[in-house]
């Protein structure tokens, strides 16, 4: 049984094709059901229609569920230098020491959360230090990685008072490597 479809599917139909965002193609698809005849021709179209709409809507909902928190740190002067490293390395403290930024430092790990960021002087050029929370085996904040892609340098913060140096490296390469990171610099030790 034909159709017999309006003109303005036709019109709507070209539209949805050019149309670039979901919310565009979810609007035109739901003036189309809504000029599109009710009878026994149209019942494949409607149902068409009708399906293409719930997958645009799921796919919306799965989009917003995924959205988490995110750091974007603008970057300043000649570059912006990352630090990264496992907890209680000394990340918070370097930043300390070498800007006038004051994040909080503490025997504690985990007392960094959020990106710290300060401004390292050197020899009149201004560089751009920024302290990201602890890498572990186990966690890693998502939008740690963004920083890391985005940086200058990256510098890996190790603690030369631990014994384990070497596990601390791997740590945070096995991450940055899941993660699709790649970084110059960091080889595997020679025995």
Same mark, same amino acid.
Request: glycine share 4%; net charge neutral; charged share 25%.
């Given at each position: 049984?034909?159709?017999?479809?309006?003109?303005?599917?036709?019109?709507?139909?070209?539209? @949805?094709?050019?149309?670039?965002?979901?919310?565009? =193609?979810? /609007?035109?698809?739901?003036?189309?059901?809504?000029?599109?005849?009710?009878?026994?021709? #149209?019942?494949?179209? =409607?149902?068409?229609?009708? +399906? =293409?709409?719930?997958?645009?809507?799921?796919?919306?909902?799965?989009?917003? +569920?995924?959205?988490?928190?995110?750091?974007?740190?603008?970057? *300043?002067?000649?570059?912006?230098? $990352? !630090?990264?490293?496992?907890?209680? $390395?000394?990340?918070? /403290? &370097?930043?300390? +020491?070498?800007?006038?930024?004051?994040?909080?430092?503490?025997?504690?790990?985990?007392?960094? /959360?959020?990106?710290?960021?300060?401004?390292?002087?050197?020899?009149?050029?201004?560089? *751009?230090?920024?302290? #990201?929370?602890? &890498?572990?085996?186990?966690?890693?904040?998502?939008?740690?990685?963004?920083?890391?892609?985005?940086?200058?340098?990256? !510098? @890996? $913060?190790?603690?030369?008072?631990?014994?384990?140096?070497?596990?601390?490296?791997?740590?945070?390469?096995? =991450?940055? #490597?899941?993660?699709? &990171?790649? %970084?110059?610099? %960091?080889?595997?030790?020679?025995?």
């Amino acid at each position: 049984m034909p159709a017999n479809l309006p003109p303005e599917y036709y019109k709507l139909k070209h539209e @949805l094709e050019a149309a670039r965002t979901d919310e565009e =193609r979810l /609007q035109l698809l739901e003036e189309m059901t809504r000029i599109t005849p009710k009878h026994k021709g #149209t019942e494949k179209v =409607r149902a068409d229609l009708r +399906s =293409r709409i719930a997958k645009l809507r799921k796919a919306d909902g799965k989009k917003q +569920s995924k959205r988490g928190h995110s750091y974007h740190v603008p970057k *300043q002067g000649a570059g912006q230098l $990352v !630090l990264i490293g496992t907890p209680n $390395v000394g990340k918070s /403290q &370097i930043i300390a +020491s070498f800007t006038k930024a004051k994040p909080s430092v503490s025997p504690t790990p985990y007392t960094t /959360q959020e990106p710290s960021v300060g401004m390292l002087a050197y020899e009149n050029i201004q560089f *751009q230090l920024v302290d #990201t929370p602890p &890498i572990t085996q186990d966690f890693v904040q998502p939008w740690v990685f963004d920083l890391v892609r985005n940086a200058d340098l990256v !510098l @890996l $913060v190790v603690s030369l008072a631990s014994d384990e140096i070497l596990d601390q490296v791997e740590i945070v390469k096995s =991450r940055l #490597t899941e993660a699709k &990171i790649q %970084i110059a610099g %960091i080889e595997e030790p020679s025995d």
